[in-house]
């Protein structure tokens, strides 16, 4: 009879400290999902306000303001438009080829 108090007692003791184990593992993962959780939440804030800035950036006015400052860019007018024209050579005289006689 001790012998079974004895094993009921190690197997009771044994499940405690699983019980134990168990419940300090579940705390330690939902801390660590909970900081995944708050970064996601804190990349999403940062990803929305560069794209938010990416735009403002890319906006015409900025990239006209930005082409006629730093490129020493102006606006296109017809007096200083030059047109080029491409003149395409004159086929030489040749004789025919027999396939086309």
């Known amino acids: 009879m001790i012998r079974l108090n004895l094993v009921l007692l190690l197997a009771v ?28 939440r804190k990349l999403d804030v940062e990803h929305e306000q560069l794209q938010v800035l990416k735009r403002a950036q890319a906006t015409p006015a900025r990239v006209q303001q930005l082409a006629t400052r730093q490129l020493q860019m102006r606006p296109v007018t017809p007096g200083i438009t030059q047109y080029v024209t491409v003149f395409e050579p004159q086929p030489a005289a040749t004789t025919p080829t027999p396939q086309e006689r």
């Open 13 to 40: 003791v044994a499940s405690a400290f699983y019980l134990v184990h168990t419940q300090y593992e579940s705390r330690r993962l939902y801390a660590a999902l909970d900081r995944s959780q708050a970064q996601s």
